[in-house]
């Protein structure tokens, strides 16, 4: 069974401060995802990742996937409020392309 | 234009009961997921159809049945309804099975009393 952890759970800072979001597991994806779920609705993707040590930017957010494609991160800067939201990592893996998500990291952005 | 759609929102019902939610994309999709998010917000991949056909069956209770009577659609039967029921279900669709961008629901709030 692939397993992703994602670091920290909880995450509260001042608009402003940078983060980085931590996505790691054992096993080894053929590709990662980044996903942002707002309340009441359904994840929506941000970007993938596919090669190991790949660096992909999306504005303020950076995203990297590990050289052993068994992790990821996601670096913001300079927050907003609008960037409160639970960032979702998803490894895709095995032999039907199933999507193996990590529990989540609760962002909240204060103003 | 709505791309993948859920129905309902919210449904509230006793335990012991049967009840369906109905998702339907139109994206042209060829492949359908249905998704459970629990209290915790952990994304559970359920099952997941290609063209109709069932692709992925995680160990999920027999009481849950997807059906997909065409590629636009992909509906979750639940019988015999428990408090453990109790999430967020989420309906999802890609391109095909290969091409792992999702695109999700808006989820269906179940609350087994």
């Keep these: 069974t692939q397993l992703l952890e994602q670091s920290p759970q909880f995450l509260s800072i001042q608009e402003g401060e940078n983060l980085t979001v931590y996505c790691n597991s054992s096993s080894v994806f053929s590709s990662l995802q980044w996903y942002r779920q707002e309340p009441g609705e359904g994840p929506v993707l941000l970007v993938t990742v596919v090669t190991g040590g790949e660096v992909k930017k999306l504005k303020r957010l950076t995203f990297q996937f590990g050289d052993a494609r068994k992790d990821s991160s996601l670096h913001i800067t300079a927050a907003q409020p609008g960037d409160t939201g639970l960032y979702l990592c998803a490894g895709v893996g095995g032999s039907n392309y199933k999507l193996t998500f990590g529990k989540g990291t609760l962002l909240t952005v204060n103003p | 234009d709505t791309a993948v759609s859920q129905t309902p929102k919210y449904l509230v019902t006793q335990m ?10 139109n994206l042209g999709h060829d492949t359908m997921y249905w998704y459970k998010q629990d209290s915790k917000k952990f994304l559970k991949i359920m099952f997941s159809y290609n063209n109709k056909e069932l692709i992925i069956n995680e160990t999920v209770p027999n009481r849950f049945s997807p059906k997909s009577p065409d590629k636009a659609h992909l509906n979750l039967h639940i019988n015999s309804l428990e408090l453990g029921d109790s999430a967020v279900y989420f309906c999802a669709s890609s391109q095909g099975l290969f091409y792992n961008e999702q695109f999700f629901g808006p989820g269906t709030r179940l609350t087994v009393l």
């Design chain 2, 16 to 25: 012991g009961n049967d009840k369906s939610i109905k998702c339907e994309q």
